[in-house]
């Protein structure tokens, strides 16, 4: 049982909205704040956040889109815990509905074409990659021990509905493979936007979103820079993070 010691409640500074997290142990990033805000703008109706961790996706969603319904799917049963107390203590069940499974249940769970909306913040590094403990949570969600980016597109491919709509927060150096991937599950690759730290250095995230049976045609969108020179927040970030 998790202590409250090691624990905090953190002000998202949207709605009220509040997260539990651990003080220690898995953390959301700049990453996941980035995904809703890319999945919000297409104006979803049926959301389902795989790799959910703590449920930030769907509850920064729940405050971003008029979705119907909003689902998330984890793992690991200590964090799904303290995303489906960060869902009671904000109001949003049951609206917003997490689940601890594993994501190739998926289908099993929710059922084949349930949603028009599938979004996902994966582990990004490839199986076999550096040293790692396989039981450590921060493991699990950085690198690929309990599912590959296959597995996700894949699963995500029977998820969604035709003309549903997937959309991934990843590293550059994965963009081909996820281009590779979303198509060889018939997804269309349709945008993608690169982020970069501040003006001039490399993308080091990029946002890519996919429709089911779409046709062919990739659209990029302008680059996203986080930081200014003297290391403020642009406008367009503090704009994500309801900070403007």
Same mark, same amino acid.
């Given at each position: 049982?998790?202590?409250?010691?090691?624990?905090? $409640?953190?002000?998202?500074?949207?709605? /009220?909205?509040? $997260?539990?997290?651990?003080?220690?142990? =898995?953390? =959301?990033?700049?990453?996941?704040?980035?995904?809703?805000? =890319?999945?919000?703008?297409?104006?979803?109706?049926?959301?389902?956040?795989?790799?959910?961790?703590?449920?930030?996706?769907?509850?920064?969603?729940?405050?971003?889109?008029?979705?119907?319904?909003?689902?998330?799917?984890?793992?690991?049963?200590?964090?799904?815990?303290?995303?489906?107390?960060? !869902?009671?203590?904000? /109001?949003? &069940?049951?609206?917003?509905? $997490? %689940?601890?499974?594993?994501?190739?249940?998926? !289908?099993?769970?929710?059922?084949?074409?349930?949603?028009?909306?599938?979004?996902?913040?994966?582990?990004?590094? #490839?199986?076999?990659? /550096? +040293?790692?403990?396989?039981?450590?949570?921060?493991?699990?969600?950085?690198?690929?021990?309990?599912? %590959?980016?296959?597995?996700?597109?894949?699963?995500?491919?029977?998820?969604?509905?035709?003309?549903?709509?997937?959309?991934?927060?990843?590293?550059?150096?994965?963009?081909?493979?996820?281009?590779?991937?979303?198509?060889? &599950? #018939?997804?269309?690759?349709?945008?993608?936007?690169? !982020?970069?730290?501040? +003006? /001039?250095?490399?993308?080091? +995230?990029?946002?890519?979103?996919?429709?089911?049976?779409?046709?062919?045609?990739?659209?990029?969108?302008?680059?996203?820079?986080? =930081?200014?020179?003297?290391?403020?927040? %642009?406008?367009?970030?503090?704009? $994500? &993070?309801?900070?403007?």
């Amino acid at each position: 049982m998790t202590e409250i010691s090691e624990e905090t $409640i953190e002000d998202l500074q949207l709605n /009220g909205l509040r $997260i539990i997290q651990k003080k220690h142990g =898995f953390r =959301f990033g700049v990453d996941a704040v980035l995904l809703s805000d =890319f999945a919000a703008r297409t104006k979803p109706r049926k959301i389902l956040d795989l790799c959910t961790g703590n449920g930030i996706v769907p509850i920064l969603l729940s405050a971003k889109t008029d979705a119907e319904k909003i689902c998330g799917l984890e793992i690991q049963p200590h964090i799904c815990d303290t995303a489906l107390r960060s !869902v009671a203590l904000n /109001g949003l &069940y049951p609206r917003v509905e $997490i %689940t601890c499974g594993d994501l190739k249940d998926a !289908v099993d769970i929710y059922g084949q074409s349930a949603f028009d909306t599938v979004t996902c913040n994966p582990p990004y590094m #490839k199986r076999g990659t /550096g +040293l790692i403990n396989p039981a450590d949570e921060k493991s699990i969600a950085r690198h690929e021990i309990m599912c %590959t980016l296959e597995d996700v597109i894949r699963v995500s491919a029977q998820l969604l509905a035709p003309a549903g709509r997937l959309l991934m927060v990843h590293r550059p150096s994965r963009l081909t493979d996820i281009i590779c991937e979303m198509r060889k &599950y #018939k997804i269309e690759p349709k945008e993608l936007r690169l !982020v970069s730290p501040s +003006l /001039g250095k490399p993308p080091n +995230l990029i946002l890519v979103s996919g429709i089911k049976n779409g046709g062919a045609e990739l659209r990029v969108l302008p680059e996203l820079i986080l =930081f200014n020179a003297d290391g403020s927040e %642009t406008e367009e970030l503090k704009e $994500i &993070y309801n900070r403007s």
